[in-house]
């Protein structure tokens, strides 16, 4: 199954590099990761997906924390939680069916952002399967040309990030395995 | 005061305790060379710089210290980088120094420039490319906390030349690690330490499997308390072999593919493992698929990304293993397991009598009988065999009885040939009252015989001991029993070695006859010098028992009975 890992790391460079030679390293296949700035210039912030049984899960929680620059790692995937991911899609679109497109756009609650004679671009953010099916639709009109950002995410409810609690002194808890516990 | 970033190198790894450093000059780390001679470090100079990681590496096993390896950029940097993943498989703590090219130049391929950070990312525990001489006081001491602390392992620091020279304002005690996201020190939960004593206490047939992380964590005494109190028999990993003495009744002796057999018997009738500072390798589990399989699992290893990696175990106790034995360790009654002991005991069966070493030689010179008579001849004194890796590394492990921790240094994870000269270098300047014996087979020797010229230049005292038999042993084994008897590439032509060493003014001796083993290991430890030994043992022995990769870890190929008949029938 797909699980989702919120990554704190310190903000140096060739942290990114460590993160995904990890994963490659160990055979784990990303899915998507992002990366950007936190609330703290000294922390940014990664969104991990990767496909992992609960057992592969656990371990790439563990081995994440191996590289000396990880602070902290959630693994969100069973928890409730707010997923984003954002795409721009180039549309072909002449006199006839701009209308539609328009109009298919708008029920998806998607932004035309760049119009042309020979195209519309639209940005839409969601959750993965509503871009999804935005892309379905759009198809049979002939997509030029299309970027997503992959996934952000982010815990629902009042706890607030990783990048602003005292991290070091959290020890984090690794999810524990069907009959094995430890702490890390 | 204002130091250049070459004088605070030498300064901070003074400073760090330590007194020598294994390495090899080259254009981008002259500065630091140049820089030396204001330093009280003994810097030992090698002729290869794989040579110098090794050297690294036998120190800080013989010593428990972090080990110091220099090198240039480009290829100084490249050829480390079997040492680091030698060093990384087996958790030893060395600091590798490399220079890089000036800060302006990266990227735009200079002369012998290589991007070493990114080559050795998956084969450090960490490294660090420095640019600027105010990073490398707090680099410095980063690295040899990270390489020391938790599960040790190699750190690289990759130094710019311009930040060699440049100077800046030294300040040790401003230079503090900062490591936010770096914690060594884990430790288990109330909870999880209770599963583990009910476990302890309610197991009738349990066998701990004793590993490296008893040695490094500095946990004898504890392994051996709880031995004795709970009267639980041990099985010992290569790495672990002196970290219960082999003369301990309940020490089993070595378990995996070419472990006791009966060893491999216990654990596979076992119903309960307790894993202290190992990591289930493939080497020691066979198919993980019949593994132990009444057994009860207890792991206790520092590193959690080791737990259920390879094994699923039942409970897992994540953190030193010293300090964990000794929440452990009151609450383990004694308990009387003498139907089990008497058990194994039974499994041994003629396995004695199989054994090579209890039999007559008949005019051949056996690489066991040279193993076990070079023991019986250092056994009284402090020695540390060095091996390599091979044939001659499996026998020194099944008859060289190791009663101290540390007395065994060998490349176990990684396999890597051409360890075992070098890294003795290192472990005989780490521990110079000690016996150092290198024992070493005619392959792997060849891969790093030019740190001969180390020995000499430093007149170490190191006492090599070549295994030769003419062929890639190992390999040729596994040819013989899995190949068909095609030995593609095995045979080897091989130099005269005794008059190669005469050639570096080192004694030396070619044996062909067992009758010369001990007067020459005699001769050898009254000789103030090097000496090398050519024993020029059977070609075609084999090492038993052996578990084929793959196998169960109790379907072992045993030698064939009685060898007598074998040995006679020439």
């Known amino acids: 199954m797909l699980n989702t890992f919120v990554v704190y790391v310190e903000n140096k460079p060739g942290v990114l590099t460590r993160v995904s030679s990890l994963f490659r390293r160990r055979a784990f296949n990303i899915d998507s990761l992002t990366v950007g700035r936190t609330e703290k210039p000294e922390v940014s912030r990664m969104t991990i997906t990767v496909d992992a049984d609960r057992d592969q899960a656990r371990r790439i929680e563990a081995n994440l924390y191996k590289l000396v620059n990880v602070l902290l790692v959630e693994n969100i995937t069973h928890e409730p939680a707010m997923m984003r991911d954002l795409a721009m899609i180039k549309v072909a679109a002449t006199h006839e069916a701009r209308s539609h497109v328009l109009e298919l756009a708008s029920v998806f609650r998607a932004r035309v952002v760049d119009v042309a004679p020979e195209s519309l671009t639209i940005e839409i953010t969601g959750a993965e399967d509503k871009i999804d099916g935005l892309l379905e639709v759009l198809r049979p009109y002939g997509v030029l040309e299309m970027v997503r950002t992959g996934i952000v995410a982010m815990r629902r409810g009042g706890k607030g990030s990783g990048a602003s609690s005292d991290i070091p002194q959290g020890l984090a808890q690794i999810a524990p395995d069907e009959g094995v516990s430890y702490s890390v | ?570």
Not at chain 2, 314 to 322: E, I, T
Not at chain 2, 441 to 455: K, N, P, R, S, W
Request: proline share 5%.
């Open chain 2, 1 to 570: 005061m204002k130091k250049t970033g070459a004088e605070i190198l030498w300064e901070c790894i003074e400073r760090e305790g330590v007194t020598d450093i294994f390495g090899y000059p080259g254009g981008a780390i002259l500065p630091a060379y140049d820089a030396l001679k204001h330093s009280k470090l003994h810097h030992i100079l090698v002729r290869h710089e794989q040579g110098a990681t090794h050297m690294a590496d036998g120190y800080a096993r013989a010593s428990g210290k972090v080990g110091v390896a220099v090198a240039t950029s480009g290829p100084g940097a490249t050829n480390m980088v079997t040492g680091m993943a030698t060093a990384m498989l087996d958790s030893s703590p060395i600091v590798c120094i490399t220079g890089q090219v000036g800060s302006k130049l990266i990227g735009s391929d200079a002369f012998q420039e290589t991007d070493i950070t990114g080559i050795t990312l998956p084969v450090t525990k960490h490294n660090y490319l420095v640019t600027r001489a105010d990073e490398v006081a707090r680099t410095v001491r980063e690295a040899f906390y990270v390489a020391k602390s938790g599960r040790p392992g190699p750190v690289l620091i990759d130094i710019t030349k311009d930040a060699q020279q440049s100077s800046c304002e030294f300040d040790w005690e401003a230079a503090k690690p900062q490591l936010p996201g770096y914690r060594p020190d884990l430790s288990p939960a109330p909870a999880e330490y209770k599963q583990a004593i009910d476990l302890i206490q309610s197991s009738k047939r349990p066998v701990i499997l004793l590993g490296h992380g008893a040695i490094i964590s500095g946990a004898l005494r504890e392994v051996r308390e709880l031995v004795d109190r709970g009267g639980i028999p041990v099985a010992v990993t290569l790495l672990g072999l002196g970290a219960l003495p082999a003369s301990h009744p309940l020490n089993l002796g070595m378990m995996g593919m070419h472990g006791e057999a009966w060893v491999n018997h216990a654990i596979q009738e076992a119903d309960l493992l307790i894993a202290l500072g190992m990591r289930f390798d493939d080497r020691v589990t066979g198919n993980l698929k019949t593994y132990a399989p009444n057994a009860k699992k207890i792991h206790v290893e520092i590193d959690p990304a080791e737990i259920n990696k390879n094994v699923k175990v039942d409970v897992a106790l994540v953190g030193d293993l010293r300090e964990v034995l000794q929440e452990v360790i009151p609450h383990v009654d004694t308990v009387d397991r003498s139907e089990w002991l008497d058990f194994i005991d039974k499994l041994k069966g003629d396995a004695a009598v199989r054994d090579i070493q209890n039999l007559p030689d008949n005019g051949h010179l056996y690489a066991a009988h040279v193993i076990n008579d070079l023991w019986r001849q250092t056994r009284d004194g402090d020695t540390i065999v060095v091996t390599d890796v091979g044939q001659h590394q499996m026998w020194e492990a099944q008859y060289y009885k190791h009663e101290k921790e540390r007395s065994l240094i060998t490349s176990g994870g990684l396999g890597t040939m051409g360890f075992a000269l070098p890294a003795a270098i290192g472990a005989k300047v780490a521990r110079p009252e000690a016996d150092v014996w290198v024992v070493v087979g005619d392959g792997g020797f060849q891969m790093t015989m030019c740190e001969l010229a180390t020995v000499v230049q430093e007149n170490l005292k190191v006492n090599i001991a070549i295994i030769n038999n003419g062929f890639l042993g190992m390999v040729r084994q596994w040819q013989e029993f899995f190949y068909d008897k095609n030995y593609a590439a095995t045979p080897l032509v091989n130099p005269d070695f005794a008059k190669l060493a005469q050639a570096y003014g080192i004694r030396s001796e070619t044996i062909t006859e067992r009758s010369r083993v001990v007067p020459a290991v005699q001769a050898a430890r009254k000789h103030s010098g090097a000496v090398l030994f050519d024993f020029k043992v059977e070609q075609e022995d084999t090492v038993y028992p052996m578990v084929a990769a793959g196998s169960a870890l109790n379907d072992m190929i045993r030698r064939p009975s009685p060898i007598v008949e074998t040995a006679a029938d020439e």
